[in-house]
């Protein structure tokens, strides 16, 4: 059983059990609407069924064959004095004792060796290196077996593999003189892997696609993946895909591929509905990094997730947004799913402008090392339909941070219930966490506004709030700017908290939540 989504599609293998009848006989497939089909010939309420014939043909005595090509393997870095590895195979009823095992690559004279060995009947196998020869990028290797047990083999057709020898990608390449679109590179550094830093220099121009990064063999810190604009201006380049349902909800998908890079490029959702998902980040995707890209979502009036501008799932280490432009969107950054024993590490956000989603803006779980600096969190733009919004910038259990220089705030409708709201955030003692030096405004001047705390920190500690001007405009007056409670260890020095609709500066609950206060200004 297996569960295919929508318009998808699903491939795979089967094994014939050994107990099976040689001879004609059926297969049947069945799929079944909204449950799985667990029973060939029950009634459907909505699904089909289709049924095949085919032959089981009866093993014969005498079967050897090739398996697998070990070696040269594909991808590879080095295609020179290479030991020629194949996995051998026995299909035959009687145990295989001896074969000729032949190579050729291209149309040179073939090379050959004799097996000798034992190999159980019917699937046995045994790894045999053939001999050691050099190869080019792209020479053809055959491989195939000879007279089994020194008789004729019974069934040739499995005798024979070959391949296509390949390595890695490695320098630099154009988009679209060298690869016609982003899934042609992505297709080759899949199939290939790399061996050396890649760069990809795209052409100005709009490319409608979506482009998604499984694995790809060989990359690290120092064999990279960036594509970038050829002319290094982001406005010069777009990529941009309308997507259909959840399951093609993204322009850029990282599904497992690691240190891969976008550069000087705008990436847009077509979609402007519910499926407005630019970026995208499944668990495992590692060392991710957009610079100075623009990100933008759509606009439609809605509280979905699926319409979040960078949607993050599971857990990801490393990841880098720098000065960037990320727009519009139900969500700026919305991270839909987290273990709090397995957090994100690592995570960079520096030097941003993050503008007009419509109802949060960004919400973070479960990341331990976080960097949040100089950026611009704002909204000018229509906040949700009801004239606000939850959250500006919401973490929950985000650990060894340091949140300086940042600007959030609004001028638009009334507002954001927490511009600020750090749920169980504890910092590091040495060197100690900052948040220090940002400006945090709640309300719109001359407009009511429901909102409630500036920053409200519940159960958080072990930082420097420092040099910090946060203030509190609008309604709802008996409600404080800052809110820190069940915490502890708090430096708070050198702030400006105004509370300019009636209210508190200021509460602190807990005795140990603030372990200093000096030279602030509440008002």
Same mark, same amino acid.
């Given at each position: ?5 929508? +318009? ?5 293998? /089967?094994t014939i059990p050994a107990t099976a009848a040689s001879g004609a006989t059926r297969m049947r497939v069945r799929s079944v609407y909204y449950y799985y089909a667990n029973h060939p010939c029950n009634n459907l309420y909505y699904g089909e069924s289709e049924d095949y014939n085919f032959t089981i043909q009866a093993p014969y005595n005498n079967d050897a064959g090739i398996a697998e090509i070990l070696n040269p393997a594909v991808p590879t870095c080095d295609l020179d004095s290479v030991d020629v590895q194949v996995s051998l195979t026995n299909q035959g009823l009687d145990t295989l004792q001896n074969c000729s095992v032949y190579y050729q690559i291209n149309t040179s004279t073939p090379v050959a060796m004799y097996y000798t060995g034992s190999i159980a009947p019917q699937g046995g196998l045994d790894t045999v290196t ?18 089994? =047990? ?42 290939? !892997? ?37 002319? !290094?201006? #982001? ?27 976008? *550069?000087?490029? #705008?990436? *847009? ?17 590692? =060392? ?22 960078? #949607? ?18 139900? @969500? ?19 030097? +941003? ?9 960004? @919400? ?32 929950? $259990? ?7 220089? +940042? ?27 900052? /948040? ?39 309604? /709802? ?6 809110? @820190? ?14 509370? /300019?609709?009636?209210?508190?500066? @200021? ?9 200093? $206060? ?6």
């Open positions: 059983n297996n569960y295919v989504a929508n +318009n998808g599609t699903w491939s795979g293998s /089967f053939i001999g050691n020869a050099s190869f080019s990028n792209g020479d053809s290797l055959t491989v195939w077996t000879e007279l089994p =047990n020194g008789v004729q083999d019974s069934i040739s057709s499995n005798d024979e593999l070959s391949m296509t020898t390949a390595t890695g990608l490695s320098g630099t390449y154009a988009i679209p003189a060298d690869y016609a679109t982003f899934n042609e590179a992505k297709d080759d550094l899949v199939a290939f !892997g790399v061996c050396g830093d890649v760069v990809f220099n795209v052409a100005t121009g709009t490319y409608t696609e979506q482009v998604e990064f499984p694995d790809i063999l060989g990359t690290d810190e120092d064999n990279t993946i960036t594509f970038q604009s050829a002319s !290094g201006n #982001r406005n010069d380049v777009l990529i941009q895909y309308d997507a259909s349902n959840a399951n093609d909800n993204f322009v850029v998908q990282f599904d497992g591929g690691d240190w891969i890079t976008f *550069k000087d490029l #705008r990436l *847009k959702a077509l979609e402007q509905y519910t499926y407005g998902t630019v970026l995208n980040v499944k668990a495992g995707s590692n =060392n991710n990094t957009i610079e100075n890209c623009w990100l933008k979502g759509n606009s439609y009036q809605t509280t979905s997730n699926l319409a979040s501008n960078i #949607r993050w799932e599971g857990s990801s280490d490393g990841f880098s947004l720098t000065n960037s432009l990320v727009e519009n969107g139900a @969500m700026s950054f919305y991270m839909l799913s987290y273990d709090l024993n397995n957090p994100s590490q690592d995570m960079t956000i520096q030097g +941003n402008i993050i503008k007009n989603s419509l109802y949060y803006q960004m @919400m973070m779980y479960a990341i331990d090392g976080f960097v949040l600096d100089e950026n611009t969190i704002t909204n000018d733009s229509a906040l949700y339909s009801s004239g606000y919004g939850y959250y500006q910038l919401y973490m929950y $259990s985000v650990n060894n941070f340091d949140i300086t220089k +940042n600007y959030i705030g609004h001028d638009v409708g009334y507002g954001h219930y927490y511009p600020v709201y750090m749920n169980a955030c504890i910092g590091r003692n040495n060197p100690r966490s900052q /948040f220090s030096n940002n400006c945090i405004f709640q309300g719109t001047p001359g407009s009511t506004s429901y909102g409630y705390y500036t920053i409200y920190a519940p159960g958080s500690g072990v930082m420097d709030m420092h040099n910090n001007t946060i203030s509190k405009r609008g309604g /709802f007056s008996n409600y404080s700017v800052l809110y @820190m409670a069940n915490g502890g260890l708090i430096s708070l020095k050198n702030n400006s908290i105004s509370n /300019f609709v009636g209210g508190y500066a @200021m509460q602190v609950a807990g005795g140990f939540t603030l372990t200093e $206060s000096d030279n602030n200004n509440l008002y």
